[in-house]
């Protein structure tokens, strides 16, 4: 049996998903099991439902062999190499370099954007990795490998419970550049349906999910336009995939059929736009309206 006092990162979640993140190698078979063969007590009473909320405080007991609270995954410290745009008590947001992968792949990258922000949370003494149970400061959003620009990572659990809730409803403004070839018209919006095939989005008919973006045309140049695009929806590689289907594709995206090699893809993220309600989750940012920018000029030069 082990004995797990609830911290306030470890709060707020189902009694299912914390106990998953703590045995990682329990199947979810057992998991359940475990519940209704009165494995799981909680503040000194046998619970049968996963689905059940937990609190700062409680006290959790765990009739489970040693075996499975063995985890999978370690802290790995590296050198916390990030341009920090902006920082409070809760969130912390970096403009990534293109190049830069956000999370371990199967390519085995050892040096990963996330692996990055925990490493300088480490050193500034904000993140313990022996005072958590379940908790690790983790990306609220991700780009591409080859795509820069900025990043949010959360310090917290509940600044990332609230970041991701906001995300979801879309209430975080997204804004971009890119390189594409050919001249589009001034500005337009381009919608479809994304279907993903393998590792490549496809835009089609309307069995894949729907997918929208604005842009407008900020100069052109050699057969090239740069142009400000506004995400309403947020699939993998839609930026790369809508262009492409429309005759633009990105410059360097050889994937989705641009030339060139000097950018690999002219695409950056350049800004993000905040406007929620007050919220104690996070307190540096709510309440108010927030523009965080990042230079992307160089990237294009």
């Not at 970041?163 to 403004?173: D, G, L, P, T």
């Not at 842009?215 to 695009?229: D, F, K, P, W």
Request: with cysteine; glycine share 10%; proline share 3%.
């Amino acid at each position: 049996m082990r004995e797990f006092t609830i911290k306030e990162n470890d709060a707020g979640q189902r009694l299912d998903k914390f106990m998953t993140k703590l045995m990682p190698r329990l199947p979810k078979s057992m998991l359940y099991k475990g519940l209704r063969k009165k494995c799981v007590r909680l503040n000194g009473r046998h619970v049968k439902d996963g689905s059940v909320q937990l609190s700062a405080g409680d006290v959790l007991d765990l009739y489970f062999k040693d075996e499975f609270f063995e985890s999978d995954q370690g802290f790995k410290y590296v050198k916390p190499e990030l341009d920090i745009v902006y920082e409070d008590d809760s969130i912390l947001i970096v403009n990534k370099a293109a190049g830069i992968v956000c999370h371990a792949d199967e390519r085995g990258t050892e040096v990963t954007l996330v692996d990055m922000v925990k490493s300088y949370l480490y050193d500034k003494g904000e993140y313990v990795p022996s005072d958590e149970q379940t908790f690790s400061p983790a990306l609220c959003n991700r780009l591409d490998r080859n795509t820069g620009g900025l990043v949010i990572a959360a310090k917290n659990a509940a600044a990332l419970r609230a970041m991701n809730e906001y995300i979801r409803s879309r209430e975080v403004k997204k804004l971009y550049m890119a390189v594409v070839e050919g001249e589009p018209k001034e500005r337009g919006r381009l919608e479809g349906y994304a279907e993903r095939e393998g590792k490549v989005t496809r835009i089609g008919g309307e069995g894949g999910k729907r997918v929208s973006l604005d842009y407008r045309v900020i100069a052109r140049a050699n057969g090239c336009s740069l142009v400000e695009v506004e995400l309403h929806t947020g699939r993998t590689h839609q930026i790369r995939a809508q262009f492409a289907d429309a005759g633009f594709p990105l410059s360097g995206d050889t994937k989705y059929g641009g030339h060139g090699k000097k950018f690999r893809q002219a695409l950056w993220s350049v800004e993000l736009r905040f406007e929620f309600p007050a919220d104690d989750r996070l307190p540096g940012i709510s309440g108010r309206r927030v523009r965080i920018k990042a230079p992307f000029e160089e990237t294009f030069v």
